[in-house]
């Protein structure tokens, strides 16, 4: 079972996942969940990276929570089994930023 990250765990793991991100593309905290809001130029596109996403998503047998309207969605991650952020969502929102 994965271990809940630390408040230093999860700002130094933030801090590299934003390192290359603008600033209006940053994850953030939000009600101790790491989150971030992704836009796209069609639906057919945000629902292509959200088909890629479950794929990977299946593979860490971690799955995200997320939203979509449009071209936006919206994602919410945390670790149900750690009761927090973990290793695991940081894992998952990187692979994210890789296919968008």
Same mark, same amino acid.
Not at 24 to 38: D, S, Y
């Given at each position: 079972? @994965?271990?809940?990250?630390? @408040?230093?765990?999860?700002?130094?793991? #933030?801090?590299? #996942?934003?390192?290359?991100?603008?600033?209006?593309?940053?994850?953030?905290? *939000?009600?101790?969940? #790491?989150?971030?809001?992704?836009? =796209?130029?069609?639906?057919?596109?945000?629902?292509?990276?959200?088909?890629?996403?479950?794929?990977?998503?299946? %593979?860490? %047998?971690?799955? @995200?929570?997320? =939203?979509?309207?449009?071209?936006?969605?919206?994602?919410?991650? *945390? *670790?149900?089994?750690?009761?927090?952020?973990?290793?695991?969502?940081?894992?998952?929102?990187?692979?994210?930023?890789? #296919?968008?």
């Amino acid at each position: 079972m @994965p271990e809940k990250y630390s @408040p230093e765990q999860i700002e130094e793991a #933030l801090a590299e #996942l934003n390192a290359n991100l603008a600033s209006e593309e940053r994850w953030t905290i *939000t009600n101790a969940k #790491l989150c971030k809001t992704f836009r =796209f130029k069609s639906f057919i596109r945000a629902f292509g990276w959200m088909t890629q996403i479950a794929i990977w998503a299946e %593979k860490l %047998k971690h799955h @995200p929570e997320w =939203f979509n309207v449009y071209n936006k969605v919206e994602v919410e991650l *945390t *670790t149900h089994d750690a009761d927090g952020i973990s290793e695991l969502d940081f894992k998952l929102a990187s692979k994210m930023e890789l #296919l968008k």
